[in-house]
């Protein structure tokens, strides 16, 4: 039996900040390979991630767990009570970084996973798919495994990802989905000029601030059945200017989008665009746009598998979840083009915090509810 308190703490004394290894997929990989998963390292440009298989590949019931072991910065280490690479247990909480996001929900899976196959080897197989790159930019983590399980026919039937899904109590939500994100800068471009003499300057920041008011203005829309309604933040505002007396050639602003299945990233990007012409035609300000799109929104219409992950965590919990798809994004977003997926975990609210930490006893309490998941989903099929 592995224990995944321990493992977590192993986990967490690992200094894996983004995207530094730091000894934690050697050690799991250890783990797992003693247990007869088939462990490979799909790294990809210094990011580092690894898959595990147990069973045959291209298996008919095949369950996968999706997770990180890469965490965040620390920041202020003497603001830290605990060493935040030290995994010290105190009064019933494991202090240290990562121990919430989500090196406990990596040691829960691949914990109850290897208890798994290891007590009664079933017909089926399992896929541990960990990356070193949620935290950080995305592009070569999980989206680089998918790429790799693509090209060698490696596969998953249904996902489930531990990130932290319950907002204060253990066992209260699981993720059908997500909303999409994405971002924009806006370059305002004007003429510089002195403040006393307006009419040889062109001043972009009436530009700018008329713009920011209309977009944060907008209702895009009012929700849907499964989606709250979508968002849009103005996020910064700047000129870069220190004098009184000058009036500056350019501004820069940045908005955040947070959207549901209403939208696209194409079509929100389209709308910014024409918002700017807008603008641009009223005021002979000359502005830019640039956005990226670090998702689109997604989601897994409750059935078979939201009903599965519910049954287990009820059972092991006592608390019946409700399907959620509030938050920001997880690799999940990348995950749903390969399979249907979902996503359950800890309680979250000590997330990226300083002296993150988790309840041991809910450490437990996950690697029961995804080995019954990993019970009940063999069984069924």
Same mark, same amino acid.
């Given at each position: 039996?592995?224990?995944?308190?321990?493992?977590?703490?192993?986990?967490?004394?690992?200094?894996?900040?983004?995207?530094?290894?730091?000894?934690?997929?050697?050690?799991?990989?250890?783990?797992?390979?003693?247990?007869?998963?088939?462990? *490979?390292?799909?790294? +990809?440009? $210094?990011?580092?991630?690894?898959?595990? #298989?147990? %069973?045959?590949?291209?298996?008919?019931? =095949?369950?996968?767990?999706?997770?990180?072991?890469?965490?965040?910065?620390?920041?202020?280490?003497?603001?830290?009570?605990?060493?935040?690479?030290?995994?010290?247990?105190?009064?019933?909480?494991?202090?240290?970084?990562?121990?919430?996001?989500?090196?406990?929900?990596?040691?829960?899976?691949?914990?109850?996973?290897?208890?798994?196959?290891?007590?009664?080897?079933?017909?089926?197989?399992?896929?541990?798919?960990?990356?070193?790159?949620?935290?950080?930019?995305?592009?070569?983590?999980?989206?680089?495994?998918?790429?790799?399980?693509?090209?060698?026919?490696?596969?998953?039937?249904?996902?489930?990802?531990?990130?932290? *899904?319950?907002?204060? +109590?253990? $066992?209260?939500?699981?993720?059908?989905? #997500?909303? %999409?994100?994405?971002?924009?800068?806006? =370059?305002?471009?004007?003429?510089?000029?002195?403040?006393?003499?307006?009419?040889?300057?062109?001043?972009?920041?009436?530009?700018?601030?008329?713009?920011?008011?209309?977009?944060?203005?907008?209702?895009?829309?009012?929700?849907?059945?499964?989606?709250?309604?979508?968002?849009?933040?103005?996020?910064?505002?700047?000129?870069?200017?220190?004098?009184?007396?000058?009036?500056?050639?350019?501004?820069?602003?940045?908005?955040?989008?947070?959207?549901?299945?209403?939208?696209?990233?194409?079509?929100?990007?389209?709308?910014?665009?024409?918002?700017?012409?807008?603008?641009?035609?009223?005021?002979?300000?000359?502005?830019?746009?640039?956005?990226?799109?670090?998702?689109?929104?997604?989601?897994?219409?409750?059935?078979?598998?939201?009903?599965?992950?519910?049954?287990?965590?009820?059972?092991?919990?006592?608390?019946?979840?409700?399907?959620?798809?509030?938050?920001?994004?997880?690799?999940?977003?990348?995950?749903?083009?390969?399979?249907?997926?979902?996503?359950?975990?800890?309680?979250?609210?000590?997330?990226?915090?300083?002296?993150?930490?988790?309840?041991?006893?809910?450490?437990?309490?996950?690697?029961?509810?995804?080995?019954?998941?990993?019970?009940?989903?063999?069984?069924?099929?």
């Amino acid at each position: 039996m592995i224990d995944p308190v321990d493992l977590t703490a192993r986990l967490v004394r690992c200094p894996s900040v983004t995207p530094e290894e730091g000894g934690a997929l050697a050690a799991l990989s250890e783990v797992l390979s003693a247990a007869g998963f088939a462990c *490979t390292r799909v790294d +990809r440009d $210094g990011v580092p991630n690894l898959y595990a #298989r147990w %069973g045959a590949k291209g298996h008919p019931r =095949t369950i996968g767990f999706n997770g990180h072991t890469d965490v965040v910065p620390v920041g202020d280490r003497a603001a830290w009570t605990h060493d935040p690479f030290g995994a010290e247990i105190e009064a019933g909480w494991l202090y240290g970084r990562g121990a919430t996001d989500m090196k406990s929900g990596v040691a829960a899976f691949a914990a109850a996973a290897v208890d798994f196959v290891t007590a009664t080897p079933p017909d089926g197989a399992v896929v541990l798919a960990i990356t070193g790159d949620e935290e950080g930019p995305g592009t070569d983590g999980t989206v680089a495994l998918l790429d790799w399980m693509v090209e060698t026919g490696e596969r998953m039937d249904v996902c489930l990802v531990g990130e932290p *899904t319950c907002p204060e +109590r253990m $066992g209260e939500m699981i993720k059908i989905g #997500r909303r %999409g994100s994405l971002s924009a800068w806006f =370059t305002f471009r004007g003429v510089q000029g002195h403040s006393a003499y307006l009419h040889l300057a062109r001043n972009p920041l009436p530009a700018m601030a008329t713009l920011m008011a209309r977009l944060a203005a907008y209702e895009l829309d009012r929700g849907t059945d499964h989606f709250d309604p979508s968002t849009l933040a103005v996020v910064t505002m700047d000129t870069g200017n220190a004098a009184t007396n000058v009036i500056p050639a350019e501004g820069r602003a940045t908005v955040n989008i947070r959207f549901n299945d209403v939208h696209t990233g194409a079509s929100l990007i389209a709308w910014l665009e024409d918002e700017a012409r807008n603008v641009a035609a009223e005021t002979g300000i000359e502005i830019g746009v640039e956005a990226r799109i670090s998702g689109e929104s997604f989601l897994t219409p409750p059935g078979a598998l939201s009903d599965l992950v519910a049954g287990a965590v009820a059972a092991e919990t006592g608390v019946t979840p409700i399907l959620s798809t509030t938050g920001g994004t997880s690799d999940a977003r990348f995950v749903k083009d390969h399979c249907p997926v979902v996503e359950f975990g800890l309680v979250g609210h000590r997330m990226h915090a300083v002296d993150e930490r988790v309840r041991v006893e809910q450490i437990e309490q996950l690697k029961a509810v995804y080995a019954r998941v990993l019970r009940d989903y063999i069984a069924a099929k």
